[in-house]
């Protein structure tokens, strides 16, 4: 391995452009963040505190190791989803370390709406335990939710089948999960905690039960209190569908980390590891590196370098196919396999990827995937020489390989590039996209060009002659929707990646990614390299 | 066994050097020059004979740079990367050309202008992309081939630096 060189003039004025333009995003980006995590009205925390509740945020820290690094995902869930109501979607994921063990927190946000879920939040839950069964990460679960927001309830409906599923087959898989039930586990809601491994109930608040009071007596006639009928002690003494009544929140968190610690502690799969470095290059210098349009190139190496150990990297190929950058290097001391564009991908380009994937899978190495692609090459020559074919093998390799998978959307990922570069749908193991980033089928102009020539030619099959007023007015209803749906924030709120973040923050998110992803074995079953 | 490398001390320019290892010496070569010698540990550091001289010698790597405190003097040696020299001594022609099918979006020189090697000479939008054409070494740019809006196939040329002259004897 050997030191990138950078070619980066920090004095340029496109430099000190590109750098005001990203601090103002990295400084927008923390605003929201801050506000979807904590800006909550004052009658909603005096509440919270007439309940004796504590806030959810609170919960983590008295549950996590202290001073430990908690990774939050999906932190700006339904930011543009149901008019700003639910932040976050109502609910707290992320990894963080208990008595020395890495696990996943799950934990509902009852401070709005009594912590009800919205279809974003189905999905979320079922987003955080798939990367608890991928990962091989005990889960802790903190419930405190009033239940599905009803209004809402096909789309939900349509998804929680899957948390419960998940849940049964994580324990299959023998990962541990505990509940802690701070508030209203009802109906569906009642299995989560039913299906975990050991749970924890606060007393007066705490509850299980498929149907409420009112409901009950409704449907039977029977009259009873919420704690006769789903209550702490009543599940811990005679159902037994509980195990640990506890009468305050701090208790079952001390509790709750004990019961942790119990847990097996397990090795992490092997990889090839070394002491860490940080980079050589200043990571600050990303601001500066980062164009101030999606359209405009960047040289992938200049961010690499500011990535990994010690910007220390062993280029694969380096004078072949050279819109996509293939090597090695380590971050935070875990070896891993780099792909980056460069650019279009060209067929030289992908078949050198595909070649890189399958070396990296022969020898255990994680991928970690570099986004900056608009698509595959187009064209007559392009077309001739068989670019689909080689887009093809790429698609195949990538989605078939062993080694855990890691993207980050770093500028523009659009059209099959975002599938070759194991965008979402190719459920790499991660998937974080930085405030920049923009993600679509095609480009907003190139679908407002074709929609806007689609419907002025079926117009004029209709005898209509459109203004170019109309004109106009089609083209810019085509390029607001192209520019609204491909933007980092919406995709985000939907739940396309695991987060956004700062691109000064790439290399800790990476590092405690890979450390967990490490959780789980790598089931090497390559094929042979091929050279193509 | 033999391995070469190139390494500069300081910011000199840089040396070749081959070394040979037989047994446990080796021969050095540097820039054509054999030196006989081998290298053991001792201490902390690393015992040096050369020839019939023999020096305590102290070594510090961290990535491509190695400092090293011998002969009562202390030196940092660069190992050059082959990958970044191979790059920066790829073969530069006169004439920038296309590196895919695109359109033309910016022009920023004319002919007569003198540019600087790194420096944009048109910028051109390809696949939702724009990348920049830069000058590949200094020169004076001898003809602009496009406009812009101008459309164009790989390997097009867009603009030419006058040719490089060889120095006249003085």
Partial sequence: ?532 | MSRSFDISIGEGDAFSVDVARHGDRATVTIEGRPYHGSLRPAGDGYELTLEDRTERLWLFVAGDTVWLHAFGQAWQAQLVDPVERSRATAVSGDTATAPMPGTVIAVNVEAGAAVGAGQTLVVIESMKMQSEIIAERDGVVDRVFVAIGDTFDRGAALVALEPLDEPEEG
């Fill in chain 1, 1 to 532: 391995m050997h030191r990138l060189e950078s070619h980066v003039d920090t004095a340029s004025p496109t430099y000190r452009a590109y750098r005001d333009h990203n601090l103002a995003l990295a400084a927008e980006l923390r605003e929201t963040l801050e506000k979807a995590r904590s800006d909550r009205p004052q009658h909603a925390l005096d509440r919270l505190a007439e309940q004796q509740k504590l806030p959810v945020r609170e919960r983590i820290e008295l549950l996590l190791d202290r001073g430990s690094p908690f990774l939050e995902v999906m932190s700006l869930a339904a930011n543009r989803h149901y008019d700003g109501e639910a932040p976050q979607a109502l609910l707290v994921t992320g990894i963080g370390v208990v008595n020395g063990r890495e696990v996943l927190v799950i934990a509902n946000d009852s401070s709005l709406k009594g912590g009800a879920w919205y279809p974003i939040t189905t999905r979320k839950i079922v987003r955080a335990l798939e990367i608890a069964l991928e990962n091989r990460l005990p889960v802790v679960h903190m419930l405190d939710s009033g239940g599905a927001n009803l209004h809402l309830q096909d789309e939900i409906y349509a998804n929680a089948g899957h948390i419960f599923k998940l849940q049964c087959q994580l324990s299959a898989e023998g990962i541990p999960q505990l509940a802690v039930v701070f508030g209203y586990c009802t109906a569906g809601a009642a299995y989560t905690p039913t299906l975990c491994d050991q749970t924890i109930m606060v007393r007066e608040r705490g509850c299980v039960f498929l149907a409420g009071p009112p409901l009950v007596k409704a449907a039977t006639g029977e009259e009873n209190t919420t704690e006769e009928l789903g209550g702490a002690d009543m599940h811990t003494s005679i159902s037994g569908v509980a195990d640990y009544a506890v009468d305050t929140e701090q208790e079952a968190l001390g509790l709750a980390r004990d019961v942790v610690g119990i847990w097996a502690r397990r090795e992490k799969s092997d990889s090839d590891r070394r002491e860490p470095e940080a980079p050589f290059h200043n990571p600050e210098e990303l601001y500066g590196i980062i164009p101030d349009d999606v359209k405009k190139q960047f040289e992938m190496r200049e961010v690499i370098a500011r990535i990994v150990d010690g910007s220390m990297f062993h280029e694969f190929k380096p004078h072949y196919g050279d819109t996509m950058v293939t090597g090695w290097a380590f971050i935070w001391g875990f070896k891993v396999g780099i792909l980056g564009n460069n650019g279009v991908i060209f067929s030289e380009a992908a078949n050198k990827a595909t070649t890189f994937m399958q070396l990296c899978d022969r020898d255990g190495i994680p991928l970690l995937f570099l986004h900056n692609v608009t698509g595959f090459m187009v064209g007559r020559e392009y077309e001739r020489r068989g670019i689909t074919k080689d887009g093809a093998k790429m698609l195949m390799v990538q989605a078939n390989v062993t080694v855990p998978k890691i993207s980050v959307l770093c500028h523009a990922s659009q059209g099959a590039g975002n599938y070759a570069m194991a965008g979402r749908t190719w459920d790499p193991r991660f998937v974080y996209a930085w405030p920049n980033s923009r993600s679509s089928i095609m480009g907003p102009e190139q679908a407002a060009d074709t929609l806007t020539n689609v419907r002025v030619a079926g117009l004029r099959r209709r005898g209509e002659d459109p203004s170019p007023d109309e004109i106009a007015r089609i083209t810019s209803e085509v390029t607001t929707y192209f520019e609204q749906t491909y933007h980092s924030y919406y995709l985000t709120s939907d739940l396309r990646d695991d987060g956004l973040i700062d691109p000064l923050d790439t290399r800790n998110t990476l590092g405690m990614s890979l450390s967990a992803v490490l959780n789980a074995p790598i089931v090497r079953k390559p094929g042979g390299v091929l050279r193509i």
